[in-house]
């Protein structure tokens, strides 16, 4: 496959926690692994380049990411939105390197999600879709795939909405998945496993 893997790894989890003194993505899962870690394993298991995008003070996200081998730049707009974030690390893929085929967008709070839902999405692509999401039992998840052809609306996009607009639209291929894992995020304590 040929996609670059894009993952999402700059919010501040306020959700998670109001004092921002935890990151999420941090926080261990059962064996030991940081959220995050999991998240881009999955990733880098089915992308060849994947690069990751940060905030400003991550409190460790950046190097644990280098160390798994991912690209890490740093949005110092971050807390201006998913889509500002999105948008710095899709301008970032393309710097020093030829126009790919797509990217494979993933969001770091997401350790669940089953390489072959990735998989799927990128044979969707090569096939000629444009954009290509996962299905779960009638409902639409994450990560998401973007043909080349969305490049320039890629890099427009800003606020906290990320790719939603695009997505609403644009003709989305939707790919039927045996994955709940595209449906389950990070967002509260009470979402990490025992």
């Known amino acids: 496959m040929a996609l670059t893997g894009i993952l999402l790894a700059a919010g501040r989890g306020r959700r998670f926690d ?3 003194e935890r990151n999420k ?3 261990r899962l059962p064996g030991g692994e940081p ?10 298991a089915v992308c060849a380049r994947v690069v990751a995008v ?3 003070n991550d409190g460790g996200a950046g190097e644990l990411l280098r160390q798994l081998g991912c690209e890490v730049t740093v949005c110092p707009d971050a807390d201006g939105g998913m889509g500002l974030s999105l948008a710095h690390a899709i301008g970032y893929s393309l710097h020093d390197q ?3 085929q797509g990217w494979l967008v993933a969001l770091g709070d997401m350790p669940f999600v089953a390489p072959s839902t990735l998989r799927a999405l990128g044979a969707a692509i090569d096939d000629g879709a444009a954009i290509a999401a996962p299905l779960f039992e009638g409902r639409r998840g994450n990560p998401v795939a973007f043909g080349a052809a969305h490049r320039d609306a890629l890099l427009a996009l800003e606020g906290d909405q990320g790719a ?3 997505l609403a639209s644009c003709p989305v291929t939707t790919i039927a998945v045996l994955d709940c894992g595209i449906l389950r995020d990070i967002d509260s304590p009470v979402d990490l496993p025992g």
């Open 35 to 44: 959220v995050l870690g999991a998240s881009a394993r999955t990733l880098l």
């Open 164 to 166: 939603r607009g695009l």
């Open 98 to 100: 030829p126009p790919g």
């Open 18 to 20: 109001p004092s921002g």
């Open 54 to 56: 940060v905030a400003p």
């Open 25 to 27: 993505l941090l926080q």
